[in-house]
């Protein structure tokens, strides 16, 4: 086919046509892959190399596997620990209570991981899910301990002193999801308004 000519209009007498441009087209068509090439990318695919210590009279292949993938579980609680915003300069002036620390913020992540397990055990009896948004917004039957955790962070607690003892009072705007979320923890309002040494006193004395 001709090149376009570089000038718009009728060409002159005389003038030179551009010479010929070769275009080439190609066309493709999608083949299946033969059986020996599916059998073979689906060999390299089951292949999943894993270098372990414990012998084969300790698990089975399977089992190391499941027990390999399972620890996804448990590295997902870490994730929190390895965040910058938790983790970074810590102005500890000894190394034993940067150790210590450490503990705390262990302790602080089995007890999250204990929370987000109660409320879950609990909820697969529950047909109604947890509005974790509010307003009709997102809603779920497995909620994680974080969602539920903002929720509490609205409930807000008035300290007032009448007859000379200090005590501790619901306001009427709380969430309305309260009851249920310590209902499914197993506890109730008086987590808030009932100081621990009160509670172990009533124990003690029963």
Do not use: C, W
Request: hydrophobic fraction near 35%; glycine fraction near 8%; avoid cysteine.
């Amino acid at each position: 086919m001709p090149d376009k000519r570089e000038k718009r209009g009728r060409p002159k007498k005389g003038e030179v046509p551009s010479p010929p441009v070769t275009v080439y087209r190609v066309q493709l068509k999608l083949q299946s892959p033969s059986e020996d090439t599916l059998r073979q990318l689906r060999k390299e695919a089951s292949i999943f190399i894993l270098v372990t210590n414990a012998g084969n009279d300790t698990a089975s292949d399977v089992d190391l596997l499941k027990g390999y993938k399972g620890q996804q579980t448990v590295e997902n609680r870490f994730r929190f620990l390895k965040d910058p915003f938790f983790v970074r300069r810590l102005f500890l002036e000894k190394p034993h209570r940067v150790e210590a620390f450490a503990y705390v913020m262990m302790m602080g992540m089995m007890i999250y991981a204990l929370f987000e397990y109660l409320i879950r055990q609990s909820m697969e009896t529950e047909d109604e899910p947890l509005n974790l948004m509010g307003g009709g917004g997102r809603r779920s039957l497995r909620p994680t301990g974080e969602a539920v955790l903002e929720l509490l962070d609205t409930v807000d607690i008035v300290h007032m002193e009448i007859g000379g003892q200090r005590r501790r009072l619901f306001p009427d705007n709380q969430e309305p999801q309260l009851d249920r979320i310590l209902g499914l923890l197993g506890m109730d309002r008086s987590v808030y308004t009932t100081p621990i040494t009160s509670k172990v006193a009533e124990i003690n004395s029963q």
